[in-house]
C-alpha cells in the first residue's frame, strides 16, 4: 500500500513564523501535490511537482513556497504565517502523470494566533 | 481557470433511501474522479471516469460521466450509516493535466 506520511497530524504557530510542513511517500511516485482544506471551499490547490526540483503553482500560491530536493519528500513552507493560513493542509502523491488517484496523507492542521 | 461545481453542498438522508450528488464543469473534462472523506480522515480515491456516458458501479454507488464530458453524478441506494462523509469530485484542468481540481463537496449526513 502507498503510504503518505506528514510530519505533523497538529501545529500552533504564531503570526510571522516559519513554518514547514513535511511530506514523505514511499511508492517512488513523481508527482507530489499540496493542498489546503476550508469548509465550503473544498479541496484547494497551492502548488504541485512533477518531478525532483520542478514546481508550478496551484491556484493559491500566494503566501506559500514548496521545496523538492528528493523524489519522495515535498515540503510546504510558509515564510511568514498569517491568521488565515489556518487550515487543514493535505499532502498528495499519484504514480502517474495524467489521470491516476491521487493517494492523500493524514493531513495537517495548522492553527496560527 | 476550470471550476467544478458540486450540488448539493449538503445531503441529509434517511437511512435506506437513495440520493444523487452531482458534479458539473465550466470545460470538458478528460477524465473526472469521486473521493470519499470520512469525518475526521482524508479524501480517498473511489472511481475514475474516462469514457464519455460511461456508468460505473461499486456494489451501493453509480457514477456517471455525461455525454459531453463536462459533468457527473454520484448516485447511493439504500444509504446506510457507513456512506456518512463528503464526497469530491474532481477534473484535470483543460490546459493542464497534471493539475487536479476539486469541487466543493457534498457533505452526507445519515439518519438512522
Known amino acids: 500500500d502507498v503510504k503518505v506520511t506528514q510530519s505533523s497530524r497538529y501545529l500552533v504557530k504564531r503570526t510571522g513564523e516559519k513554518v514547514f510542513l513535511e511530506c514523505v511517500q514511499d511508492?517512488?511516485?513523481?508527482?507530489m501535490f499540496w493542498y489546503r482544506q476550508d469548509p465550503g471551499l473544498g479541496l484547494r490547490l497551492i502548488y504541485f511537482s512533477y518531478d525532483v526540483k520542478m514546481k508550478e503553482k496551484g491556484d493559491i500560491p500566494e503566501g506559500y513556497s514548496v521545496s523538492r530536493e528528493k523524489k519522495e519528500r515535498f515540503s510546504l513552507i510558509l515564510e511568514s504565517a498569517s491568521t488565515n493560513q489556518t487550515s487543514m493542509y493535505l499532502c498528495?502523491?499519484?504514480?502517474?502523470?495524467?489521470?491516476?488517484?491521487?493517494?492523500f496523507g493524514e493531513g495537517s492542521r495548522l492553527t496560527v494566533l | 481557470g476550470q471550476q467544478v461545481m458540486q450540488i448539493p453542498q449538503y445531503q441529509h438522508v434517511q437511512e435506506g433511501e437513495d440520493f444523487t450528488t452531482y458534479c458539473n464543469s465550466s470545460t470538458t473534462l478528460s477524465n473526472i474522479q469521486w473521493y470519499k472523506q470520512r469525518p475526521g480522515g482524508h479524501p480517498v480515491f473511489l472511481i475514475q471516469?474516462?469514457?464519455?456516458?460511461e456508468v460505473k458501479k461499486q456494489k451501493r454507488l453509480t457514477f456517471q460521466f455525461g455525454e459531453a464530458k463536462k459533468n457527473s453524478s454520484l448516485h447511493i441506494t439504500a444509504t446506510q450509516t457507513t456512506d456518512v462523509g463528503t464526497y469530491f469530485c474532481?477534473?484535470?484542468?483543460?490546459?493542464?493535466?497534471?493539475?487536479?481540481?476539486f469541487g466543493a463537496g457534498t457533505t452526507v449526513t445519515v439518519r438512522a
Open positions: 474532481a477534473g484535470p484542468e483543460r490546459s493542464n493535466d497534471y493539475k487536479l481540481s
Open positions: 511508492m517512488d511516485h513523481e508527482n
Open positions: 498528495a502523491s499519484r504514480g502517474v502523470p495524467w489521470g491516476g488517484e491521487l493517494f
Open positions: 471516469l474516462v469514457k464519455s456516458g
